[in-house]
């Protein structure tokens, strides 16, 4: 389970972050949804280790992940919302790379690599150079790099962002297969329709504060029956 207490970044006189709080169960796929500027990325990043909070803590399991860092992150997998890839590494080169990072045992990391190649449509383009790669390319190799370890947690920052329609297809149902067999999942989306599909709770966060989390058919039942994710959201950042 993943715990978040009273969590607060700041960058200068901004606040990202406002006390935010939340608990996600193990096998829970969580969407968080927010504007531009809401903290959704400052959380992610906060969460993988990239930022400190001011203050606050998060636990994954009881264990606190900003004194324990190192071990925390070797159970997450994280795509963040623009690729960080080492473009002079072919596709197949940067996630072998991956592998050894992870210490994915060598026996079966070939055939996880040529799996996730294949089903993100890439198994043509493997030896090509990532910097010739268009931006779709590069999301799904982003993605293929942080699922190849199966990691209990996935942190993934708006992560259909230019993957074409075959490639959501597979990744949506993908990622609901992993909830459950226990990975637990934050999925960050402007795409609201997805969000209402897949996820099992919603979280929408609002200058740096949670403003309303639950079941797609409880935020219905609060806010007026037959009414859209869409329509919720709307209603609670217009205040």
């Not at 993605?143 to 996935?154: F, R, S, T, V, W």
């Not at 990744?171 to 992993?178: A, D, G, I, R, V």
Request: charged share 25%; with cysteine; net charge negative.
């Amino acid at each position: 389970m993943i715990k978040i207490e009273n969590l607060s970044r700041s960058f200068e006189q901004v606040r990202a972050l406002d006390d935010f709080s939340v608990e996600i169960k193990r096998g829970e796929l969580f969407g968080l949804i927010g504007p531009n500027g809401a903290g959704k990325s400052t959380l992610m990043k906060c969460l993988i280790g990239l930022l400190k909070p001011d203050k606050g803590e998060i636990l994954i399991d009881g264990e606190n992940a900003v004194e324990n860092s190192i071990s925390v992150k070797k159970r997450i997998g994280y795509a963040p919302e623009d690729p960080v890839l080492y473009d002079y590494l072919t596709g197949m080169e940067f996630l072998e790379f991956i592998t050894d990072l992870r210490k994915v045992p060598r026996e079966i990391s070939g055939e996880k690599i040529k799996s996730l190649l294949q089903n993100f449509g890439l198994e043509g383009k493997a030896n090509q150079l990532i910097a010739d790669y268009s931006h779709g390319m590069k999301q799904k190799i982003s993605l293929a790099a942080a699922l190849i370890a199966e990691p209990d947690i996935l942190l993934l920052d708006e992560p259909t962002n230019a993957l074409d329609p075959e490639s959501i297809f597979w990744f949506k149902n993908h990622l609901q297969q992993l909830c459950e067999s226990g990975v637990t999942i934050i999925f960050s989306s402007h795409i609201l329709d997805t969000v209402e599909k897949i996820c099992d709770r919603v979280g929408i966060i609002h200058r740096g504060k949670m403003v309303a989390c639950d079941t797609i058919k409880a935020l219905r039942r609060k806010f007026g029956g037959n009414v859209s994710l869409e329509d919720i959201f709307m209603h609670l950042i217009s205040k």
